[in-house]
Structure formats: structure tokens, C-alpha cells
């Protein structure tokens, strides 16, 4: 009895279905929604190969496409540009459209009645025994383009799930890299060293400024300038001149307690934030690093100097457990848990002064801020269709985001305005973005040239002793 064959037996129809791509060079990718909705424009981006979309992502991204949110409006984007491809040339939407970059784009609809065999199919079926699962009808339609041609099919998804079971099956996987940062970049290295003689130094630390073209420089780069071993003095790098850094003793707080800079990261940090002509600044640093605290201190200080008109406090809802909705109260109490550590950081700089006998408890500081709407804090979900004029923004957790998101929120900057992106790469909820190819370090990576914004990085945890032991031991 001869052995049965391995592939599957693709009836004449398949071309109609989209399963066999419009030649044989090129590699077919087949992408999953999560990277669609990641970035509408990766279309585009892989080069003179064959981009495969399976009806099924169409159908959930039909499912995404109402909602008021970055995901409903990729959703809308990707439909758009795909009614553009075929609505002049219907007959390629399986067959395949060609892109300027020498490759097609077209969409599958695996009919499994097409496939009149056998092994792979039969097993994948097995294996995958929740037929109406969109990620296993994803997976199979993978399968399917597989034996359909003979280029190598990748499956692109983000889902790292979905990964493992499609490579269970023997499909060929890879994440979205387009926008991935490297490594290095997202690890903190400490502040360079940059060697000048005494000098140069001496006059440095009076005149506050020394030129010295260093072309591997980053535009605004904090740096350590150093003669000697001991004599070092922090500096700011911007078009050949370090510039002295401009840190007040404390940040102001009139109605409550001001706050010292603690170490060399954090001095770095409010220089950058209380830089008028800085408007971008990110900050990756770990649990007790200081970065919300810092944040947030340093816009009330700008606020009460009048650099801005008020003050936005946000972060991204991407809850570690269940959702919003699971959770009791009106739409402010299902927030709160999530907008807590901004209170906690404004209780610290703004104790109450507890209760007087017989009276009830004092409204808390900024509580009257908050009536007047000198501080905003609220879900980023709220920020999209926005312009925010004059105000100064903090957004806490910002590695949850992705870079489309992250794009939005820079992008609704009007003038006057700063923007604070603080986060750690490490600590990231989001199943779909990682410490690569999140918000926060792409906004980092991309910004990193640009005059208008400064990145540094916080390594020492103030928290307390017992943070810092967890932060190094644990």
C-alpha cells in the first residue's frame, strides 16, 4: 500500500478563492487582525511579496469598526484602503492587487470544501476542534496557502497563543517587526561621560555653556562632563553646545510640600520637564524610580508659575485581571482603580490636614483644582477627536500603549502644550505590544533627533529601602 501524500490536493477553484498567490516568487504573509489594527499602513511594508488577508479578519475587524477608539478607527482605515485596492478592479480582490513595492495584496476565503485531501487539513482540524474560533479558522486558512504554493507562507500575529499553536501545526510564525525598536535602546545605560579638561570644565560651571561637537550625540542627551575622577558636572547636548542644567532647589507647590530632586536622574528629569522649549519628554524607569511623582510635582510647578493654563493627568486602561465592566459603580468608579496612583502622588504632594474636632474630614487639596479644572484626570480612552491647548500632559503607564496609540495622544498636542510620556518597558499588560514595540520607547526612537524632546531614563529606585532591595533582589 503506498504511503499517503503529505499535501493537500488543491481543486481548480482554488484560484478563486484567493489561495495561490499571482506567481511563485515571493513569500505569502498572512496577517492576522491584531496587526492590522496595529498599524493599518503594514499593507505596505512587506516589499514584493504577497500579503494574504483571511475573510475571517475581515469579519472581526467588521466587528471593531463602530467603536469610537484607535481599534474602531484602524478598523475603518483598513477597510478604506482595501475598498480603494478593488473597487476599480473587483476581479483582483483574490487574484491579487499589485503594490508599488513589486508584491500583491489579496484577501482568502478558505472554503475547505476546495481541499480534497487529506493529512494536513484532517489534523489541523482535529487538533484545532473549535471550528468557529476566528484564530483557528485564521490557522487553517494558513495551512491551506501553505499547500497551495510553493513560496514559504508566514502567519503575522502579535498574539503569542496564537503562535504557539499555529507552530504546533508546522506553520511558519513571526510577530510584527516593522516598528520594533532594538534591543539596546530600551535597556537604561547610565549617563554618558563625556571627558573635557579642567579647564574647559572650570568655565563650564560659569558661563554654563562650553561647545563641543559631538556628532554620536542625541539631540538633547544628558551627559556627565568630567576632568578628573571626582570633578564631573551634568549637561544638556543640543547642536554642539552642552548646555548647565537649569534645576530649582525644589518644585514649587503652594498648596502643599515641594519636591528635591533626589539624585542625578531625577535632576536630569526636571530639567527636561521645566524646559520651556522642550515639548516632548519620555522617561522609562522602574517601580519607585520616582517618574509619576517627579511628573506630576513638576507640572504643578509649571501650573503655578503660570507656564501653563492647567495641568492633564492620564493613563491607559489595560486592566491585569478582569475588565471596566466587571467592576461595581458608575463610569468615575470603575476608573478610580486605574487612575489611583495618580491620586496617590497628588495626596503626597498635597496632604489634607486631617479633620478638626467635631467637623468632618477636609476636602483634599486639589480637589479644588480638579473643581475648577486646573488638573484633568481621566482615561486616555477620552483623549481621541481632542486638541489640548496650553496645558501640560502627563501620561503615566505609557509603555501599554501602542505606537498608533501613541501617535494620537502626541498628535493632539495644540501649541503651548507639553507632552510627558513616562513608563517602564519591563512592566507591560498589553497582550499585543512588548517591551520592543510599545508606545513609549517608539515614541522614544522616533523623537530621538528631534530638538523639541529629551528621553531619560531613572535607575535608582527612592521609593524605600525595602523597594529598592525588591527592585535589585527580586
Given at each position: 500500500?503506498?504511503k499517503?501524500?503529505?499535501?493537500?490536493?488543491?481543486?481548480?477553484?482554488?484560484?478563486?478563492?484567493g489561495l495561490?498567490?499571482?506567481?511563485?516568487t515571493?513569500?505569502?504573509?498572512?496577517?492576522?487582525?491584531?496587526v492590522?489594527?496595529h498599524?493599518p499602513?503594514c499593507?505596505?511594508?512587506?516589499?514584493?511579496?504577497?500579503?494574504c488577508?483571511p475573510f475571517?479578519?475581515?469579519s472581526?475587524?467588521d466587528?471593531?469598526?463602530?467603536?469610537?477608539?484607535d481599534r474602531?478607527?484602524s478598523?475603518?482605515?483598513?477597510?478604506r484602503?482595501l475598498?480603494?485596492?478593488?473597487e476599480e478592479?473587483?476581479?483582483?480582490?483574490?487574484s491579487g492587487f499589485?503594490?508599488?513595492?513589486?508584491?500583491t495584496?489579496?484577501v482568502v476565503a478558505?472554503d475547505y470544501?476546495?481541499a480534497?485531501s487529506k493529512?494536513?487539513l484532517?489534523?489541523?482540524?482535529?487538533?484545532l476542534?473549535?471550528?468557529e474560533k476566528i484564530?483557528?479558522?485564521?490557522i487553517?486558512c494558513?495551512?491551506?496557502?501553505a499547500?497551495a504554493n510553493?513560496?514559504?507562507?508566514i502567519?503575522v500575529t502579535?498574539?503569542?497563543?496564537?503562535?504557539?499553536?499555529a507552530?504546533?501545526?508546522?506553520?511558519?510564525?513571526?510577530?510584527?517587526q516593522?516598528?520594533?525598536?532594538?534591543q539596546d535602546e530600551?535597556?537604561?545605560?547610565g549617563f554618558r561621560?563625556?571627558?573635557v579638561e579642567p579647564?574647559?570644565?572650570?568655565?563650564f560651571?560659569?558661563?554654563?555653556?562650553?561647545?563641543m561637537?559631538?556628532?554620536e550625540l542625541?539631540?538633547?542627551?544628558?551627559?556627565?562632563l568630567?576632568?578628573?575622577?571626582?570633578?564631573?558636572i551634568?549637561?544638556?547636548?543640543?547642536?554642539?553646545?552642552f548646555?548647565?542644567?537649569a534645576?530649582?532647589?525644589a518644585?514649587?507647590?503652594?498648596?502643599?510640600?515641594?519636591?528635591?530632586p533626589?539624585?542625578l536622574?531625577?535632576?536630569?528629569?526636571v530639567d527636561?520637564?521645566?524646559?520651556?522649549?522642550?515639548?516632548?519628554?519620555?522617561?522609562f524607569?522602574?517601580?519607585?524610580t520616582?517618574?509619576?511623582l517627579?511628573?506630576v510635582?513638576a507640572?504643578?510647578?509649571?501650573v503655578?508659575q503660570?507656564?501653563y493654563t492647567?495641568?492633564t493627568?492620564?493613563?491607559?486602561?489595560?486592566p491585569m485581571?478582569e475588565?471596566?465592566?466587571?467592576?461595581?459603580?458608575d463610569?468615575?468608579e470603575k476608573?478610580?482603580?486605574?487612575?489611583?496612583?495618580i491620586?496617590?502622588a497628588l495626596?503626597?504632594?498635597?496632604?489634607?490636614k486631617?479633620k478638626?474636632k467635631?467637623e468632618?474630614?477636609?476636602p483634599?487639596?486639589?480637589?479644588e483644582?480638579?473643581?475648577?479644572?486646573?488638573?484633568e484626570?481621566e482615561a486616555?480612552?477620552?483623549?481621541?477627536?481632542?486638541s489640548?491647548?496650553?496645558?501640560?500632559?502627563?501620561?503615566d503607564?505609557?509603555?501599554q500603549?501602542?505606537p498608533?496609540?501613541?501617535?494620537?495622544?502626541?498628535?493632539r498636542?495644540?501649541?503651548?502644550?507639553?507632552?510627558?510620556?513616562?513608563?517602564?518597558?519591563?512592566?507591560?499588560?498589553?497582550?499585543?505590544?512588548?517591551s520592543r514595540?510599545?508606545?513609549?520607547v517608539?515614541?522614544?526612537?522616533?523623537?530621538?533627533?528631534?530638538?523639541i524632546?529629551?528621553?531619560?531614563?531613572?535607575?535608582?529606585v527612592?521609593?524605600?529601602?525595602l523597594?529598592?532591595a525588591?527592585?535589585?533582589?527580586?
Open positions: 500500500m503506498s499517503a501524500k503529505e499535501t493537500l490536493e488543491i481543486t481548480p477553484g482554488t484560484a478563486d478563492s495561490k498567490a499571482p506567481n511563485k515571493g513569500k505569502n504573509f498572512v496577517l492576522d487582525t491584531n492590522l489594527i498599524d499602513n499593507l505596505f511594508k512587506f516589499g514584493d511579496n504577497h500579503v488577508v475571517e479578519v475581515l472581526e475587524l466587528r471593531f469598526k463602530n467603536e469610537q477608539t474602531g478607527a478598523a475603518r482605515s483598513v477597510h484602503l475598498s480603494t485596492f478593488f478592479h473587483p476581479e483582483e480582490i483574490t499589485k503594490t508599488e513595492g513589486g508584491g495584496i489579496r478558505a470544501g476546495l480534497r493529512q494536513k484532517a489534523r489541523c482540524r482535529r487538533i476542534t473549535d471550528h484564530d483557528h479558522r485564521i487553517a494558513s495551512v491551506l496557502i499547500d510553493q513560496g514559504k507562507t502567519l502579535k498574539d503569542l497563543n496564537m503562535q504557539l499553536k507552530r504546533v501545526l508546522g506553520l511558519v510564525c513571526e510577530d510584527y516593522n516598528d520594533k525598536v532594538n530600551v535597556q537604561a545605560h561621560r563625556i571627558s579647564n574647559e570644565l572650570q568655565r560651571a560659569s558661563s554654563r555653556v562650553l561647545e561637537e559631538i556628532p542625541s539631540a538633547n542627551q544628558y551627559v556627565l568630567e576632568a578628573g575622577e571626582k570633578k564631573t551634568p549637561a544638556r547636548y543640543l547642536d554642539g553646545v548646555h548647565k542644567l534645576v530649582p532647589d518644585l514649587k507647590n503652594p498648596k502643599g510640600i515641594g519636591l528635591k533626589l539624585n536622574g531625577q535632576r536630569c528629569l527636561a520637564l521645566l524646559n520651556p522649549d522642550i515639548k516632548l519628554v519620555t522617561c524607569g522602574s517601580a519607585g520616582g517618574k509619576t517627579v511628573g510635582a507640572a504643578l510647578h509649571a503655578f503660570r507656564d492647567g495641568i493627568i492620564s493613563r491607559p486602561v489595560v485581571g475588565g471596566v465592566g466587571f467592576l461595581p459603580g463610569l468615575e476608573l478610580r482603580p486605574w487612575l489611583q496612583p491620586y496617590d495626596d503626597y504632594l498635597m496632604p489634607s486631617g478638626k467635631g468632618g474630614p477636609e483634599h487639596p486639589y480637589q483644582l480638579i473643581d475648577s479644572n486646573t488638573i484626570i486616555l480612552c477620552y483623549i481621541r477627536g481632542r489640548i491647548p496650553n496645558r501640560f500632559f502627563v501620561l503607564e505609557a509603555q500603549l501602542s498608533l496609540e501613541a501617535k494620537t495622544v502626541v498628535t498636542m495644540s501649541r503651548g502644550s507639553k507632552l510627558v510620556l513616562i513608563g517602564d518597558p519591563a512592566q507591560i499588560d498589553n497582550p499585543y505590544v512588548d514595540s510599545n508606545g513609549l517608539y515614541t522614544r526612537q522616533k523623537m530621538a533627533d528631534s530638538p524632546s529629551a528621553h531619560i531614563s531613572l535607575e535608582k527612592e521609593r524605600s529601602e523597594a529598592e525588591g527592585a535589585k533582589l527580586m
